[in-house]
């Protein structure tokens, strides 16, 4: 979604009576530079410009921001100093590895700028991941980083009501005052109702989209649990008409672009063996039908599963999603397992990532070691400070772009700018024109247009 997309509806946005509204993680950096080359700097500060009745909020992905590999100290300094410089009100953090030194220096720098903080207890299934794991480590976000909430982060949709009968109570009795988050997705079609059983017992705050960028991957429907919050007796202070009139924006901004539309899913129970987000899911059946072996995409949701547990059960999150994934699918490809070892597995089970929350089999370890690349060093190093370097490289940019700089290698910061200098993507039509072309051309009498917008020239015929 661009930024004039968002900017389309960002009255009803500020008018719908959200508390907050989430804006930046590093996916929206990344895909900002590497997919539609806009600023995203610049979206961060027209949105919260335009957005004063909600509080926007930023997440942080640990030390990594949008990189594989740990940045720097004063890389992850001058993150959280631009985010709160360019109108972010609300930072948070999480770790895949629930690592706290890998987020709490973020969270207590924020803090020192004022602005609100939350850390996030990520969750999923496994032996290791027992509630007394998910209370050590929101006690442990509150005693180093201080933070004002905890957010339950339930990236990949496991979370049922079960489990959250027992977990919210559990991490409310050691929170105090402390605002409880609950984050989770639409993934196994249990979501709306974790939601609402969440709120029954004491959440404070739920994590909702609106139609139709809800359900599937996403968030349960903001409509739907609204609805059903307020049949249950609770007032829920949010316009509803400023929301309908949010979902008829981006089911046109959907047709407009030939996106999908979220629908509701039915309960998946094999979701819980493999623990995958779903747009990886799509990769493996593409990566196995470019290999000729689409026939074996069932083996390789269960080679996930194996290597998972084999690897310590990290969070199917980024990055250990995707490492995870590209093991099994090495493994499966391969013939022979952990053959072929990736960089970043090697990195992983040496402990560049964090620690490590139960022991990897030591004969495992030692052919992943032996197997990966021989010039990653065995023990890792606090990388060396980045924007010294990059300073002195492009002098006349400003530290906004060094930070992007520090994480998008090769030429993509210069094509994000180039794209910007010379006034948007060249691959796609503004939001405003395409509304009129494709009015133009349904009423036109003969078939054709011609049309004319600066340097950029459009013929439509049906006939052809």
């Known amino acids: 979604m661009r930024t004039d997309h968002m900017l389309s509806m960002i009255d009803d946005f500020n008018g719908a009576g959200f508390e907050q509204v989430d804006l930046m993680a590093p996916i929206q950096f990344d895909v900002s530079v590497r997919y539609l080359k806009e600023d995203p700097w610049e979206r961060v500060r027209q949105i919260s410009r335009r957005l004063p009745n909600s509080k926007v909020r930023a997440l942080i992905r640990s030390r990594n921001l949008a990189a594989f590999d740990f940045l720097p100290h004063d890389v992850i300094d001058a993150w959280v100093d631009r985010l709160v410089a360019n109108g972010v009100k609300v930072i948070g953090a999480f770790d895949g590895l629930n690592d706290i030194d890998n987020i709490s220096r973020a969270l207590v720098r924020a803090k020192e700028h004022g602005v609100e903080t939350f850390g996030a207890v990520s969750f999923c299934e496994s032996p290791v991941h027992t509630d007394e794991l998910f209370v050590a480590k929101a006690q442990e976000l509150i005693e180093k980083a201080d933070v004002d909430a905890i957010m339950l982060k339930d990236a990949g949709g496991l979370l049922t009501p079960d489990r959250i009968r027992t977990l919210v109570p559990a991490l409310k009795s050691v929170m105090g005052d402390r605002v409880l ?126 290597v998972r547990k084999e690897l310590a059960y990290p969070i199917m999150i980024t990055p250990f999603a995707q490492f995870v994934g590209t093991q099994a699918v090495m493994n499966v490809m391969a013939g022979e397992r952990y053959k072929v070892v990736p960089n970043e597995i090697k990195k992983y089970v040496l402990g560049y990532y964090g620690t490590l929350l139960a022991e990897i089999e030591p004969e495992l370890r030692e052919k992943i070691i032996a197997n990966g690349a021989s010039d990653i060093r065995l023990e890792p190093s606090e990388p060396a400070p980045m924007l010294p370097s990059l300073q002195e490289r492009y002098p006349d940019e400003d530290l906004d772009t060094w930070l992007l700089r520090a994480q998008f290698a090769g030429s993509q910061v210069d094509e994000m700018k180039k794209t910007v200098a010379e006034g948007g993507n060249a691959d796609e039509i503004p939001q405003p024109y395409f509304g009129l072309i494709k009015a133009l051309y349904e009423k036109s009498e003969d078939g054709q247009q011609h049309l004319k917008f600066g340097d950029l020239a459009i013929s439509l015929d049906k006939s052809k």
């Open 181 to 306: 988050e609950v984050h989770t997705h639409s993934l196994t079609g249990l979501a709306p109702l974790v939601c609402l059983e969440a709120v029954e017992l004491g959440a404070d705050a739920i994590h909702l989209s609106v139609a139709p960028l809800s359900s599937g991957n996403g968030q349960p429907s903001t409509q739907s649990v609204v609805r059903d919050l307020r049949a249950l007796g609770y007032v829920v202070n949010v316009d509803d008409e400023r929301v309908d009139a949010i979902s008829n924006r981006i089911r046109e901004i959907a047709e407009e672009e030939g996106k999908p539309l979220g629908e509701p899913v039915e309960y998946n129970g094999l979701h819980y063996m493999h623990q995958t987000p779903g747009g990886m899911l799509s990769n493996f059946k593409s990566q196995l039908e470019t290999a000729g072996l689409s026939d074996r995409y069932d083996e390789l949701l269960h080679e996930v599963a194996r």
